[in-house]
């Protein structure tokens, strides 16, 4: 009995992930022709196969329309903080003295899920001047390398750094 409810939760994630996979090269190839339709169902099936029993954890939170409408909320967020940060690492490089004080410091987050700790993480990466270096999930720690280091209190830190995306990933993943 517990196989077969492995084997159906597996199953499960594997197909949500040959939907959401289908709608993706079907959207990326728009307009779509019957070639890369058939072509987009094999990729899929394929992807979802292979790594279908680790990608989703929990595919049942994919139904919930409001996560979906929090992280187009999300989108245009972080797009502008990545958008400032490059203004401000721009700004940076073409100073003639250069100022920057880099280091790392540690954040906080209450994010437990693994996606959402990646999401968390990756954001940060991706908005210049700062780099995700080591995320300790038992501990709710990141530690993160800063172009700029305006503090190193953790608590300051983490409403610097973390604060503008943690509220909303929270939403979108756990």
């Not at 929990?58 to 967020?77: E, K, M, Q």
């Not at 280091?149 to 990933?169: S, Y």
């Amino acid at each position: 009995m517990r196989n077969l409810a492995k084997i159906l939760s597996g199953s499960g994630s594997r197909i949500t992930l040959f939907i959401l996979g289908i709608i993706t090269w079907a959207l990326l190839n728009w307009p779509p022709d019957w070639q890369h339709i058939i072509v987009g169902i094999f990729v899929s099936a394929f992807v979802a196969y292979m790594t279908g029993d680790f990608f989703l954890k929990r595919p049942h939170l994919l139904t919930h329309a409001g996560r979906y409408l929090w992280f187009f909320y999300y989108t245009p967020i972080f797009l502008w903080e990545c958008l400032k940060a490059n203004i401000d690492v721009a700004y940076r490089v073409i100073h003639p003295n250069l100022p920057i004080h880099p280091g790392i410091v540690k954040v906080r987050t209450s994010l437990k899920n693994d996606t959402a700790l990646t999401f968390l993480a990756n954001s940060i990466t991706l908005t210049p001047g700062t780099l995700s270096v080591d995320v300790d999930k038992e501990k709710g720690v990141l530690y993160v390398h800063w172009i700029e280091v305006k503090t190193k209190d953790t608590e300051e830190a983490t409403k610097c750094i973390v604060e503008k995306f943690e509220r909303i990933l929270k939403r979108i993943f756990e």
